[in-house]
């Protein structure tokens, strides 16, 4: 049950986490965001305080009256029962996907639908919105993805497995933070096949001709 | 794009703890009414948790949706639907009353995060990814002086917002209505937010502890 892990070493920033507490960020951001909490309880309670100034905004907000009658038309609300809330899938203790992911995935890795994308990687494009696209990535032991640069924003959280890119390794729970100005080419770590989750808000940039023109069957 | 980070910068007066403390006890006279008050919501959740209590649930009532639904029009929802999403996220209110716990968010917190997601859903139409859930743990009680605890480092939070100068309270405002884009968001709030985080991270802990 516990997915706590004690080395994570790679956090979110204070701006995405604002933007998740005030709800500003594209759903496969936020699906991104949502997993890496689940596994980081650093990262859980600096939302935890970023939800608060939300609380005191709200507080501190101008009230504007509800129209007559809305409470008892709430109560009423409250005994029809409402739409049901979908229950939470529980998810298997010894299961890879935090629980927001097992939500999108349907399940665990043994559901995923991955797609070959050349050189023994794989990926599975997760249902969002389209500000941003989430996909799943299957990196082998030891290989890498193609070089490349960001238009946009690029988070990267590893749920298996580890990666080192120009910058620093990354281990499970770990989020990479990438934006306009980086270049890199994520390795997988030698030790085991690689999983990550990949979030972006524009479409990436490889350097090389081949992987540019595998770029619209990406969908990346 | 144009981004907010020098206007969020620390206001001077206002860098490190000493000066969070300090903000804390200039608002100290209004935070004894406030300390009650918040209370008061704790145990009225408690009540609705407990025995369904729809005078407890009025009286949350009174007090929240009125601000749910300043908080939903000025995010851009017209009067009609704001007043259809308060009326709402007040029902999840009660509905979810027993995943309320006072020793990891205050209830202005949590209503806050059932409209925020309320207005996802409604004016955006996406669904809110949601980390995993942490259940209370073995004792549901656990600790009233954790719990007493968070409510006065959310009230000092209050002041401490509430005392910023207007240009950066407004930028804060801003990025919680939802009319600023994360790139917009800078990293500095000016807010004294590193208390809070401790004390919420202390509850984690100990949860943790409890659950295995």
């Known amino acids: 049950m516990t997915m706590k892990n004690t080395t994570i070493d790679h956090h979110l920033t204070d701006a995405l986490l604002m933007?998740?507490?005030?709800?500003?960020?594209?759903?496969?951001?936020n699906l991104t965001v949502a997993a890496h909490i689940s596994m980081c309880d650093e990262c859980r309670a600096r939302l935890g305080a970023f939800e608060c100034v939300g609380g005191a905004v709200l507080e501190q907000a101008e009230a504007v009256p509800m129209s007559e009658g809305s409470l008892g038309a709430t109560l009423a609300r409250i005994r029809e029962g409402g739409p049901a809330e979908a229950p939470?899938?529980?998810r298997p203790a010894d299961g890879v996907l935090p629980a927001p992911l097992h939500e999108y995935v349907g399940g665990d890795l043994d559901v995923v639908r991955w797609r070959p994308v050349g050189m023994g990687v794989k990926q599975a494009i997760l249902p969002t919105?389209?500000?941003?696209?989430?996909?799943?990535?299957?990196?082998?032991?030891g290989a890498a993805v193609p070089d490349h640069g960001h238009r946009g924003t690029e988070l990267t959280l590893v749920l298996q497995g580890a990666f080192v890119d120009e910058t620093d390794r990354f281990g499970p729970g770990d989020i990479e933070i990438a934006d306009e100005e980086m270049d890199h080419m994520p390795v997988a770590d030698i030790g085991a096949d690689c999983i990550c989750l990949a979030a972006t808000d524009a479409s990436l940039r490889f350097r090389g001709i081949g992987p540019r023109l595998a770029q619209p069957f990406l969908r990346i | 794009m144009a981004t907010v980070e020098c206007a969020l910068s620390p206001p001077p007066g206002l860098h490190g703890k000493g000066a969070g403390r300090e903000a804390v006890t200039c608002g100290a006279t209004s935070d004894l009414m406030e300390k009650t008050e918040n209370d008061d919501w704790v145990a009225c959740m408690t009540a609705i948790r407990d025995a369904q209590d729809e005078a407890a649930f009025a009286r949350l009532f009174g007090h929240f949706a009125p601000r749910v639904k300043a908080f939903l029009m000025r995010s851009g929802a017209d009067a009609t639907l704001a007043e259809e999403c308060a009326q709402e996220a007040m029902a999840t209110l009660w509905n979810k009353a027993h995943l309320f716990d006072?020793?990891?968010?205050?209830?202005?917190?949590?209503?806050?995060?059932?409209?925020r997601n309320r207005r996802i859903d409604a004016l955006r139409r996406q669904k809110r990814p949601e980390p995993e859930d942490l259940p209370w743990g073995p004792e549901p009680e656990r600790d009233q002086a954790e719990a007493l605890a968070l409510q006065q480092e959310t009230d000092q939070l209050g002041v401490a917002l509430?005392?910023?100068p207007e240009k950066q309270r407004d930028l804060i405002e801003k990025a919680y209505f939802g009319d600023?884009?994360?790139?917009?968001?800078?990293?500095?709030?000016g807010l004294p937010l590193g208390t809070i985080k401790s004390r919420i991270r202390l509850a984690l802990d100990r949860l943790r502890h409890a659950m295995k």
Do not use: D, K, M, N
Request: hydrophobic letters at 50%.
């Open chain 2, 162 to 164: 509430a005392q910023l």
């Open chain 2, 102 to 115: 006072p020793a990891r968010a205050s209830v202005a917190t949590w209503v806050f995060t059932i409209a």
């Open chain 1, 19 to 29: 933007a998740y507490a005030a709800g500003a960020l594209p759903e496969a951001f």
């Open chain 2, 180 to 189: 600023l884009t994360h790139s917009e968001i800078a990293e500095q709030t």
């Open chain 1, 88 to 90: 939470r899938t529980p």
């Open chain 1, 129 to 141: 919105s389209s500000e941003a696209t989430a996909r799943l990535l299957y990196i082998p032991a």
